[in-house]
Protein backbone atom coordinates (compact mmCIF):
# COMPACT_ATOMS: atom_id res chain seq x y z
CA UNK A 1 0.00 0.00 0.00
CA UNK A 2 1.38 3.59 -1.22
CA UNK A 3 2.24 6.01 2.04
CA UNK A 4 -0.63 8.08 0.48
CA UNK A 5 -3.14 5.45 0.53
CA UNK A 6 -2.08 4.45 4.32
CA UNK A 7 -2.57 8.37 5.14
CA UNK A 8 -6.04 8.40 3.86
CA UNK A 9 -7.01 5.42 5.75
CA UNK A 10 -5.79 7.11 9.02
CA UNK A 11 -8.16 10.28 7.97
CA UNK A 12 -10.80 8.41 7.05
CA UNK A 13 -10.73 7.70 10.50
CA UNK A 14 -10.14 10.75 12.23
CA UNK A 15 -12.76 11.61 14.69
CA UNK A 16 -10.47 14.44 16.43
CA UNK A 17 -13.30 17.10 15.66
CA UNK A 18 -17.15 17.32 15.99
CA UNK A 19 -18.13 17.75 12.73
CA UNK A 20 -16.38 14.05 11.81
CA UNK A 21 -19.74 12.66 13.08
CA UNK A 22 -21.72 14.88 10.50
CA UNK A 23 -19.48 13.98 7.41
CA UNK A 24 -20.72 11.62 4.53
CA UNK A 25 -16.62 11.32 3.82
CA UNK A 26 -13.09 12.64 4.82
CA UNK A 27 -11.88 14.01 1.83
CA UNK A 28 -8.53 13.83 2.48
CA UNK A 29 -6.71 14.75 -1.09
CA UNK A 30 -5.87 13.53 -4.60
CA UNK A 31 -3.21 13.27 -6.75
CA UNK A 32 -0.17 11.42 -7.31
CA UNK A 33 2.46 10.58 -5.26
CA UNK A 34 5.19 12.51 -6.79
CA UNK A 35 3.15 15.41 -8.08
CA UNK A 36 5.35 18.92 -8.61
CA UNK A 37 2.35 21.04 -7.54
CA UNK A 38 0.25 20.76 -4.50
CA UNK A 39 -3.02 23.38 -4.77
CA UNK A 40 -4.46 23.37 -0.96
CA UNK A 41 -8.19 25.07 -0.49
CA UNK A 42 -10.39 25.40 2.07
CA UNK A 43 -12.82 23.08 3.06
CA UNK A 44 -14.64 20.10 1.26
CA UNK A 45 -18.20 21.28 0.15
CA UNK A 46 -21.38 18.91 -0.54
CA UNK A 47 -20.50 18.06 -3.53
CA UNK A 48 -16.85 17.02 -2.07
CA UNK A 49 -18.26 15.26 1.03
CA UNK A 50 -20.73 13.26 -1.23
CA UNK A 51 -17.63 11.95 -3.53
CA UNK A 52 -15.03 12.19 -1.33
CA UNK A 53 -12.59 14.11 -3.91
CA UNK A 54 -11.53 17.74 -3.44
CA UNK A 55 -13.14 20.39 -5.78
CA UNK A 56 -16.01 18.67 -7.38
CA UNK A 57 -18.43 21.29 -7.06
CA UNK A 58 -18.68 24.77 -9.03
CA UNK A 59 -15.47 25.76 -7.58
CA UNK A 60 -13.41 22.57 -9.21
CA UNK A 61 -15.19 23.36 -12.61
CA UNK A 62 -13.18 26.20 -12.22
CA UNK A 63 -10.05 24.82 -11.15
CA UNK A 64 -9.77 22.69 -14.15
CA UNK A 65 -10.12 25.65 -16.37
CA UNK A 66 -7.60 27.55 -14.52
CA UNK A 67 -5.41 24.34 -14.77
CA UNK A 68 -5.96 23.76 -18.49
CA UNK A 69 -4.99 27.56 -19.17
CA UNK A 70 -1.53 26.40 -18.07
CA UNK A 71 -1.94 23.32 -19.96
CA UNK A 72 -1.95 21.01 -16.51
CA UNK A 73 -4.67 18.24 -15.74
CA UNK A 74 -5.95 17.03 -12.18
CA UNK A 75 -3.87 14.02 -13.08
CA UNK A 76 -0.41 16.08 -12.67
CA UNK A 77 -1.31 17.87 -9.89
CA UNK A 78 -2.10 17.03 -6.02
CA UNK A 79 -5.34 18.64 -4.70
CA UNK A 80 -5.86 19.42 -0.99
CA UNK A 81 -7.80 21.69 1.60
CA UNK A 82 -7.01 23.13 4.95
CA UNK A 83 -9.60 20.62 6.59
CA UNK A 84 -10.22 17.58 5.15
CA UNK A 85 -13.84 17.08 6.48
CA UNK A 86 -16.92 19.18 5.49
CA UNK A 87 -18.07 21.97 8.09
CA UNK A 88 -21.88 21.91 8.03
CA UNK A 89 -23.73 24.72 6.39
CA UNK A 90 -20.45 25.04 4.67
CA UNK A 91 -19.36 27.54 7.15
CA UNK A 92 -16.19 28.99 7.74
CA UNK A 93 -13.63 26.36 9.45
CA UNK A 94 -12.66 27.05 12.91
CA UNK A 95 -8.87 27.64 14.36
CA UNK A 96 -9.50 24.42 16.53
CA UNK A 97 -10.62 22.46 13.54
CA UNK A 98 -7.41 23.93 11.06
CA UNK A 99 -5.59 22.83 14.17
CA UNK A 100 -6.73 19.55 14.22
CA UNK A 101 -6.54 18.55 10.78
CA UNK A 102 -2.79 20.30 10.40
CA UNK A 103 -0.75 16.98 10.89
CA UNK A 104 -2.37 15.47 7.84
CA UNK A 105 -1.51 18.21 5.70
CA UNK A 106 2.08 18.10 7.08
CA UNK A 107 1.92 14.63 6.25
CA UNK A 108 0.84 14.86 3.02
CA UNK A 109 3.66 17.85 1.96
CA UNK A 110 6.31 15.20 3.92
CA UNK A 111 5.31 12.53 1.07
CA UNK A 112 4.63 14.61 -1.73
CA UNK A 113 7.38 16.54 -1.05
CA UNK A 114 6.06 19.33 -3.69
CA UNK A 115 8.00 21.88 -5.36
CA UNK A 116 5.82 24.44 -5.33
CA UNK A 117 2.94 24.91 -3.04
CA UNK A 118 -0.42 26.81 -4.19
CA UNK A 119 -2.49 28.45 -1.09
CA UNK A 120 -6.28 29.08 -2.81
CA UNK A 121 -7.74 31.47 -0.51
CA UNK A 122 -7.37 32.71 3.06
CA UNK A 123 -7.59 30.26 5.29
CA UNK A 124 -4.90 28.27 3.14
CA UNK A 125 -2.69 31.00 3.03
CA UNK A 126 -3.18 31.85 6.42
CA UNK A 127 -0.77 28.63 7.16
CA UNK A 128 1.69 29.52 4.69
CA UNK A 129 1.59 33.15 4.95
CA UNK A 130 0.66 34.30 8.67
CA UNK A 131 -0.50 37.88 9.24
CA UNK A 132 -0.31 38.45 5.01
CA UNK A 133 -3.50 40.13 3.57
CA UNK A 134 -4.80 38.00 0.09
CA UNK A 135 -5.59 40.85 -1.74
CA UNK A 136 -1.51 42.05 -0.94
CA UNK A 137 0.02 39.24 -0.90
CA UNK A 138 -2.32 36.87 -3.99
CA UNK A 139 0.23 36.34 -7.68
CA UNK A 140 3.52 36.68 -5.25
CA UNK A 141 5.81 33.86 -4.34
CA UNK A 142 8.16 33.43 -1.62
CA UNK A 143 10.84 30.62 -1.43
CA UNK A 144 11.67 28.41 1.34
CA UNK A 145 13.83 25.78 2.06
CA UNK A 146 13.53 24.75 -1.52
CA UNK A 147 9.50 24.92 -2.01
CA UNK A 148 7.90 28.21 -3.37
CA UNK A 149 5.15 29.32 -2.37
CA UNK A 150 2.47 31.21 -3.85
CA UNK A 151 -0.84 32.52 -3.20
CA UNK A 152 -3.76 33.22 -4.99
CA UNK A 153 -7.00 33.89 -4.28
CA UNK A 154 -10.19 30.98 -3.76
CA UNK A 155 -11.40 30.32 -7.54
CA UNK A 156 -15.07 30.60 -5.56
CA UNK A 157 -14.51 33.81 -5.33
CA UNK A 158 -14.81 34.65 -8.80
CA UNK A 159 -17.67 32.65 -9.15
CA UNK A 160 -19.08 35.18 -6.56
CA UNK A 161 -16.96 38.37 -7.86
CA UNK A 162 -16.85 38.19 -11.65
CA UNK A 163 -13.95 41.33 -11.20
CA UNK A 164 -12.13 38.86 -10.13
CA UNK A 165 -11.81 36.14 -12.74
CA UNK A 166 -9.01 38.17 -14.75
CA UNK A 167 -6.94 38.34 -11.47
CA UNK A 168 -7.12 34.84 -10.60
CA UNK A 169 -6.24 33.77 -14.47
CA UNK A 170 -3.54 36.15 -14.58
CA UNK A 171 -1.90 34.98 -11.32
CA UNK A 172 -2.36 30.93 -13.08
CA UNK A 173 -0.46 32.38 -15.56
CA UNK A 174 2.43 32.50 -13.60
CA UNK A 175 2.73 29.35 -12.18
CA UNK A 176 4.80 27.19 -15.27
CA UNK A 177 7.73 29.80 -15.34
CA UNK A 178 7.40 29.41 -10.72
CA UNK A 179 7.65 25.83 -11.48
CA UNK A 180 10.01 25.71 -13.86
CA UNK A 181 12.38 27.95 -11.74
CA UNK A 182 11.71 25.36 -8.37
CA UNK A 183 12.55 22.68 -10.30
CA UNK A 184 16.20 23.81 -10.84
CA UNK A 185 15.76 24.38 -6.69
CA UNK A 186 17.99 21.19 -5.08
CA UNK A 187 15.59 19.89 -2.51
CA UNK A 188 16.92 19.49 0.91
CA UNK A 189 17.41 15.68 1.87
CA UNK A 190 16.13 14.30 4.97
CA UNK A 191 19.46 12.20 6.97
CA UNK A 192 18.34 9.17 7.43
CA UNK A 193 16.73 8.56 10.93
CA UNK A 194 19.62 5.67 11.43
CA UNK A 195 22.62 8.47 10.69
CA UNK A 196 20.25 10.65 13.12
CA UNK A 197 20.47 8.14 15.95
CA UNK A 198 24.61 7.75 15.28
CA UNK A 199 25.13 11.20 16.05
CA UNK A 200 23.68 11.03 19.23
CA UNK A 201 25.05 7.28 20.26
CA UNK A 202 28.73 8.81 19.71
N1 LIG B 1 -14.02 22.42 -2.73
C1 LIG B 1 -12.93 22.03 -2.05
O1 LIG B 1 -12.55 20.86 -2.08
N2 LIG B 1 -12.26 22.96 -1.38
C2 LIG B 1 -12.62 24.22 -1.33
O2 LIG B 1 -11.93 25.00 -0.71
C3 LIG B 1 -13.79 24.59 -2.04
C4 LIG B 1 -14.47 23.67 -2.74
Known amino acids: MSALSELYEQIACCQKCDIAKH ?5 PGEGPEDADIMFIGEAPGWN ?10 QAGKFLDELLNLINL ?11 KTRPPDNR ?5 EILNCRPWLDLQMEIIRPKMVVTLG ?3 MALFFPKKSIGRIH ?12 AMYHPAAALHQQSLRE ?20 QPRMEPEVKQLNMFEV
Do not use: C, H, W
Open 48 to 57: EDQQGRPFVG
Open 23 to 27: RTQAV
Open 92 to 96: DPLPQ
Open 167 to 186: TIEADMLKIPRLLADAKNIP
Open 73 to 83: SRRQVYITNVI
Open 122 to 124: RYS
Open 139 to 150: GTAEKREGIIYY
